[in-house]
């Protein structure tokens, strides 16, 4: 070799060496936020494009790697490789080159389409799915992930980008490669059949139609954590939809071993287990009697009391709409000691919304009947959701279903010591319940209406004012006829106030006790 020679192939040694440094510098510097910024003002993208299309191999797997961290960090960036006319090149890639190749020009795809509907069809429009569905075909585990993963970025936007990757075909390949061995091929695909279920109940049900329940089902005990998580999810998505397809979550064969599950350590896992049990039993009383008959109300019960925080919702909800089929099925709920855990949620949550689906599943329990009421009543919930209603500081969501539930229950309530302390605290719209219930309760129960004169409530009721002919003036009117005439009539002052003073006689309140109304 002639010294000229040697110098010409250590120039291009050289020249291979500096693009092999800059590109590993560039996606070295592209994994910590503080560089983006700068790399971006350097006008980075501009340089790792044709470096895409170099001779070495390794020089454009890393190009496309840090164009994927670049991409990843921002939509700003990941608009930036869109306008740079850059999908186009990289999906051509994605057919041509090594197995190494395409996983780095997947991930570019994948931290695209993540950020935005727009971007992610604009990885459509580039042509990205049908290389993705190649790419989901080929031997290596990796590349199938990577694509996988790319495909969930774009369905989980919605319905239109969704149906495109349905079009593509991707679910019978999904489904496929949650049987494969690699777990971390079996939880990108979980995750993407779950981004894909959750738009519509047609979507969801095209998912079905591969058999997707039953592969997934059978790996809901798999001990990987983060596999459990999307397993679960996927299975709710599909759930949430229609009766039909949660029937066929059913029948899978997936409870009572899905109940382990609520015992996991991983808090997303036990979330996920617990958003399930909720989209099966909103649908029907039967598929929530199922839930109640493999012991699914007793353990939501004991999730809440081990939770905290936004994880506690789904459980709260579950328990809402068991308790909103039947009188049966809310009892179920009160049996299971649920009322007194959702009134430590209630004291113990600070968040608007959860306190307002945890006033939602009161009323859902103590609607139904005077027993049911009862239960909510005794956990002295009443102040409570009242408080809620008329703070000005609580969400208008929550106050509205304060006062929903406030007045479901009250509507039933006989339980008058729970009900006393209203008459000193409610509201004129919520005070006619409260009012209605006694007019109800005392002309049946002589030791009442005893206890309700000793209280002061008796007092009370004459302190109100109504309109004459309101619905509140009849209630006062039907408490007052079961008393004698003299104890309440506004005439006799010197008896008002006698009977309302520490000390007044045995023989009154005998008399009182003894009274028949008329």
């Known amino acids: 070799m002639t010294m000229s020679q040697r110098q010409v192939l250590q120039v291009f040694e050289t020249y291979q060496k500096a693009r092999t440094q800059f590109v590993q510098m560039v996606a070295e510097l592209a994994t910590r936020p503080q560089n983006i910024e700068t790399l971006q003002n350097a006008g980075v993208m501009s340089l790792l494009r044709p470096l895409l299309l170099d001779a070495v191999p390794t020089i454009q797997q890393t190009a496309a790697l840090a164009l994927g961290r670049l991409a990843n960090y921002n939509d700003d960036l990941a608009e930036a490789v869109v306008k740079g006319d850059i999908l186009p090149q990289l999906v051509y890639s994605l057919a041509e080159q090594n197995r190494f190749y395409k996983k780095a020009a997947a991930f ?57 990757v349905v079009d593509a075909g991707v679910v019978p390949l999904l489904v496929l490669c949650i049987q494969e061995p690699e777990i971390a091929l079996k939880r990108v695909a979980a995750s993407a059949l779950s981004d894909i279920a ?46 039909d397809v949660a029937e066929m979550v059913v029948e899978a064969e997936i409870f009572p071993a899905a109940l382990a599950c609520l015992k996991d350590p991983d808090e997303y896992v036990r979330k996920n287990v617990t958003t399930l049990i909720r989209e099966i039993t909103k649908h029907t009383p039967e598929l929530s009697q199922i839930i109640v008959n493999v012991g699914g109300v007793a353990a939501v019960v004991d999730y809440l009391g081990d939770s905290k925080g936004n994880v506690r919702l789904p459980g709260i909800m579950m328990l809402g709409y068991v308790a909103a089929h039947s009188e049966n099925l809310a009892m179920a709920v009160i049996v299971s000691k649920g009322v007194p855990q959702l009134a430590i949620c209630l004291e113990e949550e600070q968040e608007d919304h959860i306190k307002a689906a945890t006033a939602w599943a009161f009323g859902q329990i103590g609607r139904h ?34 006062k929903k539930a406030l007045k479901s229950i009250l509507q039933k309530c006989t339980y008058l010591p729970a009900l006393e302390p209203l008459l000193y605290e409610a509201p004129s719209n919520i005070l006619k319940h409260v009012i ?3 007019s109800k309760v005392l002309p049946h129960d002589s030791k009442a209406r005893r206890l309700f004169v000793t209280s002061g409530g008796l007092k009370k009721v004459q302190e109100i004012k109504a309109e004459p002919g309101s619905a509140i003036q009849e209630y006062i009117n039907a408490i007052n006829s079961c008393y004698p005439e003299e104890i309440v009539s506004s005439s006799e002052r010197f008896f008002f106030n006698r009977y309302y003073s520490p000390g007044y006689s045995e023989a009154l309140l005998e008399r009182i006790e003894n009274y028949q109304p008329i």
């Open 369 to 402: 009947t005077p027993e049911h009421a009862r239960a909510v009543a005794v956990v002295n919930v009443f102040p409570k959701l009242l408080n809620l209603y008329l703070d000005t500081k609580s969400s208008e969501d929550l106050q509205v279903k304060a």
């Open 198 to 243: 959750k738009h519509s109940p047609e979507l969801a049900q095209t998912v079905v139609d591969t058999g997707a329940i039953a592969h997934l089902a059978q790996v809901i005990l798999n001990p990987d954590a983060k596999l459990k998580r999307q397993v679960f999810s996927a299975l709710s998505q599909i759930a949430k939809h229609t009766v």
């Open 436 to 438: 209605c219930q006694f």
């Open 108 to 164: 570019v795809l994948r931290a695209v389409a993540k950020h935005s509907p727009e971007l992610a069809q604009a990885v459509v429009d580039c042509g990205a799915l049908d290389a993705l569905v190649i790419s989901l075909e080929e031997f290596d585990p990796g590349v199938k992930e990577a694509a996988a993963w790319a495909l969930g970025n774009i369905a989980r936007h919605n319905g239109k980008l969704s149906q495109a």
